[in-house]
């Protein structure tokens, strides 16, 4: 399985998570066979509108199983969904590894579509 993560920033487990995912800067795949972390540029955040259906491409280009984070807007949630990625809620966690711990220990709830910005 891979894990897509929004990172503030290219580094490790100990990375910042990004509080929205279109907007990401960076993201980190994480692959649960081998808990191996890499990070690749999102290159949808500077577009001017559609940042989340191009994070969502990006995403499904780059073979993700699942995403996680805090927000996702309705066109980003819509574009995960389409692929085939399933969407997981982060609530209060600070840093990829507390979300990738969280996820192990099967504690991240799946997202629910909603009308605003979050989800």
């Given at each position: 399985?891979?894990?897509v993560?929004?990172?503030v920033?290219?580094?490790?487990?100990?990375?910042?998570?990004?509080?929205?995912?279109?907007?990401a800067?960076?993201?980190?795949?994480?692959?649960?066979?081998?808990?191996?972390?890499?990070?690749?540029?999102?290159?949808?955040?500077?577009?001017?509108?559609?940042?989340?259906?191009?994070?969502?491409?990006?995403?499904?280009d780059?073979?993700?199983?699942?995403?996680?984070?805090?927000?996702?807007?309705?066109?980003?949630?819509?574009?995960?969904?389409a692929?085939?990625?399933?969407?997981?809620?982060?609530?209060?966690?600070?840093?990829?590894?507390?979300?990738?711990?969280?996820?192990q220990?099967?504690?991240?709830?799946?997202?629910?579509?909603g009308?605003?910005?979050?989800?």
């Amino acid at each position: 399985m891979k894990i897509v993560i929004p990172a503030v920033e290219i580094g490790s487990f100990e990375t910042e998570i990004h509080e929205n995912f279109g907007r990401a800067n960076y993201f980190a795949l994480v692959d649960t066979a081998n808990d191996e972390i890499e990070f690749i540029d999102n290159s949808a955040a500077d577009q001017s509108s559609g940042a989340g259906v191009g994070a969502a491409q990006l995403c499904a280009d780059n073979e993700a199983d699942i995403v996680a984070a805090y927000h996702f807007g309705p066109k980003a949630y819509k574009a995960l969904t389409a692929a085939g990625i399933k969407i997981l809620d982060l609530t209060d966690q600070k840093l990829i590894q507390e979300a990738y711990n969280d996820y192990q220990a099967g504690k991240l709830a799946e997202a629910e579509a909603g009308p605003g910005g979050h989800h």
